[in-house]
């Protein structure tokens, strides 16, 4: 079926569902690429006009990649909730838009509608929407998942401690990890991205970690973020894994080319519950994503990155994660070329993850060969905090030594939970005010008197 | 006079080359930090622009005749932006290789970072090639991803390609080298999943021989299991050939 939209002289034909998404995105690098974007502004505009009056239905009859052979459509088509979806079920993409934004759309009416919207739905309303709109409807979303913390809450912004090593040297680790709790940071959970796959260093670290936990009480999960069949080998040799790492994206193909289906995510998921390691109904896994994987793997079908990246939130929902995020600059200039690029996904990845009932973060993040800086992260961070994100990264000085990238720091934690007056997990300020980091009037502000400089004297691995 | 504090873990620095204990004014950076951490951006990005010296790599190699290479992408801007054509051997280039039969073919690349192929890749490429493998002679390839590997290997009859590239530099780290072992590359067809990889080959990371001797050991198992990838694990790797490495 084709799409249309006659503007003045001009008459805009989009021959399918896919082409009309990608035409109506916002311009970015990776679609360019891909030779998807419109041709020009005024096309854009055409096609999103186009797209405002797409019934919703629309999507659950024509698959943008093929159900016979991509097992994440299978997926999408095969758990769609009809009843979920009754509510918005005559609406336009259009109306959709008008409807999230409005009143009536409550966080509660949200929630419900979830299991109802599919990815390609979530990434069509967002392309009619303003970077407010994606703030203002993602801010009445609420995703709460728990561990040891129980993470987004409205009014809390967590923060993954990342104390990454170039080697996976243990003491270096050790004091980096010290050093985030000391800024507050470490409710989200402790998560280091090993240098090398090895299933006997993650064991190593995974026993570490643990040991730091358990001495100081610390409420929080630990991950080592290996690929998922590393972290199946730690489980059998019976180490301490709390959650189950992979990056994901939106086809099947995408997915072989991170060495993933889903039969091997959910053997990982079973087994990571088999350890029993968590309080009942805790959620288990972590999954990372980020607009252009699916390109990069030259497994994209011929749809726009930000459709693609949605889709991958259906393969994160499967398994009801404890945490999920974008990795949103880190894939490099070739997909988000700038700053106001980088700015705009990790906002449109944030409220899609939302709408579709995942417990959404961001890594908010930029390479050295993009066109971006701190002045950038600094303007998504806000952004994405009054966006109700429920956790940021905490990367020592913001300097990832290992991945060789920019995330946000342990101090760019404590800025936007200050500027904005958002808490830590509860779980995890208890323990902040229990070993003086966190004061009186719940500033982080550890002092040498203070219990803190225990974990300092003893701490140190 | 200045209202900013060190933190009094200050000493844990020592553990680390991370920015920790950076010191505080109210929740913020101090100033010099803000600063320092200006300067290395600035430094990394003019690192992601610099150009190789293929001919001065050749010169250094020249023992083993290498050859020089281009992708398809012309010059630094169009492969920043273009990594297909990063992935695609020039047709000059592809003509210039001459096809043999071979175990493995070594492949030094720019990637993003070419001072990092320039100055670290030849240690490791030399160390690599005293081993007992039937080796092509080695390639330098301007403007590659590492993908392009896998025609190089290709067009060189090799069975394997170790690429070594420049990684994407980090503020701490503008010259860090990549090795990336594919057994039976296929353009087009080869993912990443296919690939095992050995990161952080650098000055305060993994030092050349360190890196070479994990490089080596997963040689010698995909040459026995015919395979790179997520199907090999370099645990087992390093069993074969030096279990004391593992932890």
Redesign the interface.
């Known amino acids: 079926m084709s799409y249309a939209c006659a503007l003045g002289a001009s008459n805009y034909v989009f021959p399918d569902l896919r082409t009309l998404l990608a035409r109506a995105s916002p311009d970015r ?1 990776g679609d360019r ?1 891909a030779g998807l974007a419109a041709r020009s502004g005024e096309e854009r505009v055409a096609a999103r006009i186009a797209l405002a009056d797409v019934e919703l239905v629309r999507f659950l009859g024509e698959t943008l990649v093929p159900y016979e052979t991509d097992e994440v459509t299978r997926l999408i088509l095969d758990s769609h909730d009809r009843a979920a979806f009754a509510p918005v079920a005559s609406m336009t993409v259009g109306d959709f838009r008008d409807f999230l934004l409005s009143d009536e759309a409550s966080g509660r009416f949200l929630a419900a509608l979830a299991p109802g919207i599919t990815p390609e739905m979530a990434a069509a309303v967002s392309k009619l929407m303003r970077n407010q709109d994606l703030i203002a409807a993602a801010r009445k979303i609420s995703v709460v998942s728990r561990f040891r913390t129980t993470i987004g809450l409205p009014g809390r912004l967590s923060a993954r401690l990342q ?5 996976d ?1 243990l ?6 990890i ?2 985030g709790l ?1 800024y507050g940071c470490g409710d989200a959970c402790i998560g280091i991205n090993p ?7 993650a064991l ?1 670290l995974l026993e570490r970690i643990d040991d730091l936990r358990l001495r100081f009480d610390i409420p929080t999960q630990s991950c080592v973020l290996a ?1 998922v ?2 972290t199946l ?1 730690v489980i059998a040799r019976g180490g301490p894994v709390d959650l189950v790492f992979q990056s994901v994206a939106g086809s099947e193909a995408a997915n ?4 993933v289906d889903l039969a091997l995510l959910d053997e990982a998921h079973s087994a990571v519950r088999g350890l029993n390691r968590a309080p009942q109904g805790a959620n288990l896994m972590y999954f990372e994503t980020g607009q252009g994987a699916a390109l ?3 497994a994209h079908h011929g749809v726009d990155q930000q459709t693609m990246e949605a889709r991958a939130y259906a393969v994160a929902r499967r398994y009801s994660p404890l945490l999920v995020n974008t990795v949103v600059g880190f894939i ?3 997909y988000l ?1 700038d700053g106001k690029e980088i700015i705009r996904a990790g906002l449109e990845d944030h409220f899609c993850g939302k709408l579709l009932g995942l417990p959404m973060g961001a890594d908010v993040c930029y ?3 993009a066109r971006a ?2 002045d950038d992260m600094d303007n998504l961070l806000t952004l994405l905090g009054v966006a109700g994100c429920a956790y940021v990264m905490g990367v ?11 995330s946000t ?1 342990y ?1 760019d934690a ?2 936007v939970r ?1 500027a904005l007056g958002l808490r830590p997990a509860p779980e995890f300020e208890s323990w902040l005010k229990t070993y003086e980091i966190m004061d009186a009037r719940a ?2 502000r ?3 008197t203070g219990r803190s ?1 225990k974990l ?1 004297g003893r701490g ?1 691995s | 006079m200045t209202s900013a504090q060190e933190d009094f873990w200050a000493f844990l620095r020592a553990a680390t080359p991370a920015r920790i204990a950076l010191g505080r004014t109210g929740d913020s950076l101090p100033t010099r930090r803000v600063l320092d951490f200006q300067l290395a951006h600035e430094q990394a990005r003019d690192a992601v622009h610099a150009e190789l010296d293929a001919d001065a790599l050749g010169e250094e190699l020249s023992a083993w005749t290498p050859a020089i290479v281009h992708s398809e992408a012309a010059d630094r801007t169009s492969f920043l932006q273009r990594p297909d054509l990063g992935r695609a051997l020039s047709p000059h280039s592809a003509k210039a290789l001459i096809p043999g039969n071979y175990d493995v073919t070594i492949v030094i690349a720019d990637g993003l970072s070419a001072a990092a192929a320039q100055t670290l890749a030849p240690t490791v490429c030399r160390m690599l090639l005293a081993q007992d493998f039937v080796f092509a002679p080695p390639v330098v390839a301007v403007q590659a991803r590492v993908a392009l590997g896998d025609e190089i290997a290709v067009a060189q009859g090799a069975r394997m390609v170790v690429m070594l590239i420049g990684e994407r530099p980090g503020l701490s780290a503008c010259r860090s080298l990549g090795a990336y072992v594919t057994f039976d590359p296929r353009p087009g067809v080869t993912t990443d999943a296919g690939r095992n990889c050995v990161s952080n080959i650098r000055p305060g990371g993994l030092s050349a021989e360190e890196a070479s001797s994990r490089i080596l050991a997963i040689m010698r198992l995909a040459q026995t299991i015919k395979a790179t990838g997520t199907r090999l694990k370099e645990d087992a790797a390093l069993a074969l050939t030096a279990p004391q490495n593992i932890s």
Do not use: C
């Open positions: 690098a690429l104390p990454n090593h170039p080697s040297d003491t270096g680790i050790g004091a980096a010290l050093d000391m240098a090398t796959d090895s299933a006997a260093r190593l690929h069949t590393t080998q072989r080319a991170f060495g990069s793997a030259g490099g200039p070739e070329y390479t050295n060969h800086d701190q020592p000085g913001a300097d990832d030594i290992m991945l060789g990238y920019q720091s101090h404590l800025y200050r500033r982080v550890p002092k040498l400089a300092l140190a």
